[in-house]
């Protein structure tokens, strides 16, 4: 057992570069996802019941796929469209994508508990449209839902390791690749378990100073 994870550690580099993309792709598509999510919320709050009803079947149809299917779908499925992609972008597309709807879901719940005198206050000073959602209605509902933000960041950096399957080098990928060249399949998923739990570890420190700067600011 010590050999299996002195082998691991002979061959870190791999796990760390995996890590590293991990990383990146993780909060590549947690950053996109929360932006593109944050203007899908704005479809699903429209008075206009048209736009609200697309943006809901666009929502469940995102949660009721799972992702590993997704993922599927865009890397084997767009280029039958014409349209090729790289491993790489190709998982973040497909991270962006499903994580959007959960994002603006979060952001729709916040939304309606946001008081509707500070929506109000906000018209009665001249804000409208775009305006009145980036400058009144985003700020506190960002705060709101800023711990459930947090827990969906995470779980984009847990769906990343389905990335495998399409071959994008992130954590999951380079312990599969240790431990089916040196036979170490223990010591290989710890190490990885083990990465994966200090950068959620990362996230709920980052949330959490976020918070309370945010509280400060009030």
């Known amino acids: 057992m010590i050999d299996e994870f002195a082998t691991v550690w002979e061959h870190r580099d791999l796990l760390l570069d995996g890590f590293g993309n991990t990383i990146l792709i993780s909060l590549l598509a947690g950053l996109l996802a929360l932006i593109l999510g944050a203007l899908l919320s704005t479809a699903l709050m429209a008075r206009r019941k048209s736009v609200a009803g697309l943006a809901t079947v666009l929502v469940d149809a995102m949660r009721c796929v799972p992702f590993l ?23 973040l597309l497909a991270l962006v994508i499903y994580h959007t709807a959960y994002m603006a879901e979060l952001l729709r719940g916040a939304w309606l508990q946001l008081p509707s005198e500070t929506i109000e206050a906000g018209r009665a000073y001249g804000f409208a449209g775009m305006g009145l959602f980036r400058r009144i209605i985003l700020p506190p509902v960002l705060f709101a839902a ?73």
């Open 69 to 91: 299917l997704f993922a599927y779908l865009i890397y084997y499925g767009l280029p039958s469209l014409g349209l090729r992609l790289s491993n790489w972008s190709a998982g």
């Open 146 to 218: 800023l711990p459930n933000l947090g827990n969906q960041l995470i779980q984009i950096i847990k769906d990343s390791a389905f990335l495998t399957i399409i071959a994008v080098t992130e954590l999951t990928h380079a312990a599969n690749a240790i431990q089916g060249t040196y036979f170490v399949p223990f010591a290989a998923f710890v190490g990885a378990v083990l990465l994966y739990w200090v950068l959620c570890l990362a996230v709920e420190a980052m949330v959490g100073f976020a918070g309370t700067r945010a509280e400060g600011w009030r």
